[in-house]
């Protein structure tokens, strides 16, 4: 599987970024997929799961309410809606995925990764 994120981009603070996650080979339906995002000096964060069924997990508590993570199928494709953006949300943001995995899963045990997008949000 190879993913290719995009959607990323300098916004002001309180505005919203939608990034992508495009997905090629087959199977993807059943493929956990995540969001995690590295800011400058800090460890590598999950943002958000979502597993083969549509179940979602938001580990991070800064962007409960503010994110939201989905996946479209037919397009092998996950998205990560980011509204109301913050300056500490600023980092690289990357897609992973592990098949059959669940939404418990850490970075570490991911199997596929994307490239990462750049987010910046201006105060």
């Known amino acids: 599987v190879q993913l290719q994120a995009s959607g990323g981009g300098l916004v002001q603070a309180g505005g919203s970024l939608r990034l992508s996650c495009a997905a090629s080979g087959r199977s993807f339906s059943s493929y956990a997929m995540y969001w995690c995002r590295q800011a400058p000096g800090k460890e590598r964060e999950l943002v958000a799961a979502i597993d083969w069924s549509g179940g979602s997990r938001y580990p991070a508590a800064s962007v409960l309410g503010r994110f939201t993570i989905s996946r479209d199928t037919a397009k092998n494709t996950v998205y990560l809606q980011m509204n109301s953006l913050k300056p500490e949300d600023t980092a690289v943001y990357y897609c992973?995925?592990?098949?059959?995995?669940?939404?418990?899963?850490?970075?570490?045990?991911?199997?596929?990764w994307g490239q990462g997008t750049q987010v910046t949000v201006s105060s």
């Open positions: 992973a995925a592990v098949q059959y995995g669940t939404t418990w899963l850490r970075p570490h045990e991911y199997t596929y």
